[in-house]
């Protein structure tokens, strides 16, 4: 997370203890899709791809990685971390990025999508589209809204606590419209003394979407669905879904 000193990143750190698994994940559903589809994939492209925490892993299953943030930070970390493949890393806005070059795989995991309002979600969609080649696949993981809804007014708020490092989350649902949005505000303290001293205040803000909301939008921007899956595992969502796995190709 930007602006923190490594010693309270230990949110970072503990996502990254399950980036093997995840990566095992992805590359399964990646070859399950490319003989279910008769394609060949190869080159992956992650957007909104943090500081690469997935990629030694692809990359040691044979997958070609490149990675875009908005952070120059994440970017910097994920140049650092893989010296070799430092080319394959660009600061950019999802929005509007253009690598020059077509990908077989567009990868948007871990709730990285959703961070504008339609308008701009659409635009998202429509520069992986131009970024994928002719049948490229798009793995689109996101909470699924529904589930996430109910569990975020039944328990809005909690606190993280971690060594010298607290974290108090806050947490609403806001409607623009028809649109729902996750508020997500989450306030760091470090422990100075026997007392926790305030340290940073983020908040991010996600669009979440039903599987209605995000089937219409894909079909806007050139994307039909091939499966809908209950993230991590190769089962069909189902009414207990938090994340779940949009699997779709590029049409046009």
């Keep these: 997370m930007k602006h923190l000193p490594d010693k309270v990143r230990w949110h970072i750190k503990e996502r990254e203890k399950t980036s093997k698994e995840e990566a095992i994940y992805i590359s399964q559903v990646i070859n399950f899709f490319q003989k279910k589809l008769n394609e060949k994939y190869f080159s992956i492209l992650d957007v909104a791809c943090g500081n690469g ?3 030694p892993y692809l990359r040691k299953f044979g997958f070609k990685v490149f990675g875009i943030d908005s952070s120059k930070e994440l970017i ?11 080319q394959n890393y660009k600061q950019a806005d999802m929005r509007n990025f253009d690598l020059k070059k077509k990908f077989d795989v567009a990868l948007s995991w871990f709730t990285s999508f959703g961070y504008f309002k339609d308008k701009e979600n659409i635009l998202v969609l429509k520069n992986i589209n131009k970024h994928l080649r002719e049948k490229g696949l798009l793995l689109l993981e996101i909470p699924n809204a ?3 809804v109910k569990e975020i007014q039944l328990h809005p708020d909690f606190v993280l606590k971690q060594g ?5 989350i806050n947490n609403k649902i806001e409607k623009i419209g028809r649109q729902k949005f996750w508020i997500l505000k989450q306030t760091f303290y470090l422990k100075k003394g026997k007392d926790f001293k305030f340290f940073k205040k983020e908040t991010r803000k996600v669009r979440l979407y039903s599987l209605k ?6 079909k806007k921007t050139n994307f039909k669905i091939v499966k809908v ?10 009414e207990k879904t938090r994340q779940m796995l949009v699997v779709a190709q590029k049409t046009n």
Aim: glycine letters at 0%.
């Design 53 to 55: 925490r997935l990629h």
């Design 76 to 86: 910097k970390e994920a140049q650092r971390k893989f010296p070799k493949y430092s």
């Design 146 to 148: 529904p589930v996430r």
């Design 164 to 168: 010298i490092f607290l974290e108090i």
């Design 213 to 218: 909301e995000i089937t219409r939008l894909l």
């Design 229 to 238: 899956l209950d993230s991590m595992s190769f089962n069909s969502i189902n």
